[in-house]
C-alpha cells in the first residue's frame, strides 16, 4: 500500500513509487481519493500492515512537520514499527547500490478505505477507555497545517461533532512551533467554539488551543498527555502503564501503576510495547534500544527482554493482591508521538502462569488520533487541563551547536562523571549515564534535589540537546548554566 501527505509532489512520488513496485511484482493499493492522490497520515498507513492481513508493506511519502519542498518516506514490513537498525541499514545500502530502476506504467491499483478501516479501529479501542459522548455537539475546530485531514475530520463527525476546518496552509506545518492566535481566536469566537486541534503534515505530532474562563491557552503534546494521563488515573481510577521516551514530561509518572523509560523515538518504545504481547522482536531493534523500568523505589532498572518487565507487573499485582487486571498503556514522547492500547494480565491462582494479551491490533508506531479524540473529551466534560498536573514544574528544551565530532567528544568526555555528583551553579547534581543494550551512552541525567535534566547528541541536527524539569521561578535559568557547563568544558 502506497500513501502520502499532502505536499506538492504527492502524485507525482506516488506514480513512480507505484510504477516501481507494481514492476518488481507487487499487488499495489491505495486509498480511495482524487485521482492520482492516495492521502493517508502517517499512523493510519502504519496501523494498516496490522489492520489488513493481505497488505504486508507499507510506503507512506511525507516528510512530516517539515518545509513543503522536503520529500521524505517512511516504510512498515509485516509490523507497523518504524525501520531502524540492521534492516533499516541493509535497505539503504542496496537502495544506494541500484544503476536503473525499471517501471510498470500500466499498473492497476486496487482502491481501499483505509480510513474508515482506522477509524473503527479507533473506535473499538476508546469503547474499552472511556464512553465518547460529549463531543457530540461541540463546535470544534481543526486546523490540519496542510491538507484537510480526512481521517481525524470523518471520526470527529462520526462521534457527532460540528467540525470547522481551516484549510490555510502553514509551511513548516508544525504546530508545536507555528501558532496564530489572532487567527484562531477568531475561528473560535465566530463558531462559538472552544477548543482547537491543530496538527501536522502527516498527523503524529499535535497542539491544542483551549478557551477556558475566558482566555485562551496553548498547549503541547508534553502537558496534553501528562494532563490526560493524570485525570484519567485520578478521576477515573484507570490503571496506567507509563512507557515514555526519557525526554518526555515527567509529570504523570506520579499517577502511574508503572513507568518505563525508553531513548527518544518510537524505534524504542515499539521494543517494549511488544515485549508485554510476546511478539518477536528483531534482536538489532533490542540491541540498540535504551530501556529503563522504575522499581517501587524509583529506581531505574536497565532491560533487555520482556522477563523482568513481566516480573515487576506481576510483583506490583501481587502486592495489590490483583490477579486479573486490565491496563492503559500509554507509549508516548515529547514531540508528538502517542499510541494506546489495553494490556489484559491474568494470573491463575493455582498454577502461578500469568498470560499477557490484548483483543487489539499491535500498532507500535505514532497513533496519537485516540488521545486527541480522548482529551477533546475530557475538555468537554469540563476538565481542565492546566489543573491537571503541576504548574510549579516547567519543563522545556534547549540546544547547543556542536558538529559530529564535538558531540562525540562531549559525550565521551562526560562519562567520566557517570555515577558520580558535580557542582554546577552552586548546586549539586548527581550523574546518570543511560545506554542501550550495546552499553553505548546515549542519554546523560543530571539530578539535583529539585530539578531532573538531560543531554543527548542531535540525531538530524548539528547540536545538543538539553532538557529540563525544574522549579518554574529558576528552571530556565539553571538550563542555561547547564548547557555553558557542558559546552565550556566538554566541547
Not at 534547549?398 to 562523571?417: H, L, Q, S, W, Y
Not at 538530524?460 to 529558576?474: A, L
Request: net charge negative.
Amino acid at each position: 500500500m502506497i500513501v502520502s501527505d499532502n505536499r506538492p509532489s504527492k502524485s507525482l512520488l506516488l506514480q513512480y513509487c507505484s510504477e516501481i513496485f507494481a514492476y518488481d511484482g507487487f499487488q499495489i493499493y491505495h486509498q480511495q481519493d482524487s485521482p492520482n492522490e492516495s492521502k493517508v497520515s502517517s499512523p493510519y498507513g502504519a496501523a494498516s500492515v496490522a489492520l489488513y492481513e493481505d497488505i504486508n508493506l507499507i510506503i507512506v511519502l511525507t516528510a512530516s512537520h517539515n518545509e513543503l519542498s522536503w520529500n521524505g518516506i517512511k516504510f512498515y514490513i509485516e509490523y507497523p514499527m518504524p525501520m531502524s537498525g540492521r534492516i533499516f541499514k541493509d535497505i539503504s545500502r542496496r537502495a544506494l547500490n541500484y544503476k536503473e530502476i525499471y517501471l510498470k506504467t500500466d499498473y492497476n491499483a486496487i482502491q481501499i478505505d483505509t480510513i474508515k478501516k482506522n477509524n473503527d479501529y479507533v473506535k473499538k479501542l476508546l469503547s474499552g477507555v472511556l464512553e465518547i459522548t460529549s463531543i457530540k455537539g461541540k463546535n470544534i475546530v481543526i486546523w490540519p497545517y496542510l491538507g484537510k485531514a480526512r481521517g481525524i475530520v470523518d471520526l470527529f463527525k462520526d462521534y457527532g461533532a460540528n467540525v470547522i476546518l481551516i484549510e490555510e496552509e502553514i509551511n513548516p506545518p508544525n504546530p508545536i512551533k507555528i501558532i496564530y492566535e489572532k487567527k484562531l481566536k477568531d475561528a473560535m469566537e465566530q463558531n462559538d467554539s472552544k477548543i482547537a486541534l491543530l496538527l501536522d503534515a502527516d498527523r503524529d505530532r499535535i497542539a491544542l488551543y483551549v478557551k477556558q474562563n475566558g482566555e485562551y491557552f496553548t498547549y503541547i503534546p508534553n502537558e496534553i498527555y501528562s494532563a490526560m494521563h493524570n485525570i484519567l488515573a485520578k478521576e477515573f481510577g484507570k490503571k496506567i502503564i507509563n512507557i515514555r521516551t526519557i525526554p518526555s514530561d515527567l509529570r504523570g509518572d506520579h499517577t502511574s501503576f508503572l513507568n518505563i523509560l525508553t531513548g527518544v523515538g518510537y524505534k524504542h518504545l515499539g521494543v517494549i510495547m511488544y515485549f508485554l504481547f510476546g511478539v518477536e522482536v528483531e534482536q538489532s531493534k533490542v540491541d540498540t534500544a535504551i530501556l529503563y523500568l522504575e522499581d517501587q523505589n524509583k529506581k531505574l532498572i536497565k532491560i533487555n527482554n520482556p522477563v523482568p518487565l513481566k516480573q515487576q507487573i506481576l510483583e506490583l499485582m501481587e502486592l495489590e493482591n490483583i490477579d486479573t487486571e486490565s491496563y492503559l498503556n500509554v507509549y508516548w514522547e515529547e514531540s508528538g508521538g502517542h499510541t494506546l492500547n489495553i494490556l489484559n494480565v491474568s494470573k491463575n491462582p493455582e498454577t502461578g502462569e500469568a498470560e499477557f494479551s490484548t483483543d487489539l491490533p499491535i500498532i507500535a508506531d505514532k497513533y496519537p488520533v485516540p488521545a486527541l479524540v480522548l482529551i477533546t473529551e475530557l475538555i468537554c466534560r469540563g476538565f481542565v487541563i492546566s489543573e491537571s498536573i503541576d504548574w510549579s514544574i516547567k519543563g522545556i528544551n534547549r540546544t547547543i551547536p556542536a558538529i559530529d565530532e564535538e558531540k562525540v567528544k562531549i559525550m565521551k568526555n562526560f562519562n567520566a562523571f557517570d555515577g558520580k555528583t558535580i557542582v554546577i551553579g552552586e548546586k549539586d547534581y548527581q550523574i546518570h549515564a543511560l545506554s542501550d543494550n550495546n552499553n553505548n551512552i546515549d542519554i546523560y541525567q543530571l539530578k539535583s534535589k529539585d530539578s531532573t535534566l538531560y543531554f543527548r547528541p542531535s540525531g538530524t541536527g548539528p547540536n545538543v540537546r538539553f532538557y529540563i524539569f525544574g522549579k518554574r521561578e529558576t528552571h530556565l535559568e539553571e538550563i542555561h548554566k547547564v548547557m555553558e557547563y557542558i559546552k565550556n568544558n566538554f566541547k
